[in-house]
């Protein structure tokens, strides 16, 4: 999504602005044993989702990269 001003807007919608969701998430990658189906939870990424309201687009940014910028 372009980032104008440190504020994130909709790639379809250009006047709309992105809002973050509540929490981080993670990007878990499935790391080990598919036998015992046991996930490494320091196997993943954590990022920051944004969403338009409009239309539901989401972008994912690092998050301890997208927490140095402005919301
Ligand atoms: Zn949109």
Redesign the pocket.
């Given at each position: 999504m372009p980032i104008k001003d440190g504020k994130r807007y909709?790639v379809?919608?250009p006047a709309?602005r992105m809002n973050r969701t509540g929490t981080f998430k993670a990007l878990v990658n499935i790391d080990g044993s598919s036998a015992d189906g046991k996930i490494n939870p320091n196997s993943g990424l954590v990022v920051m989702p944004f969403v338009?309201d409009?239309?539901g687009?989401l972008e994912l940014y690092v998050a301890d990269r997208a927490q140095q910028e402005t919301k």
């Open positions: 909709c379809n919608h709309a338009c409009e239309c687009y």
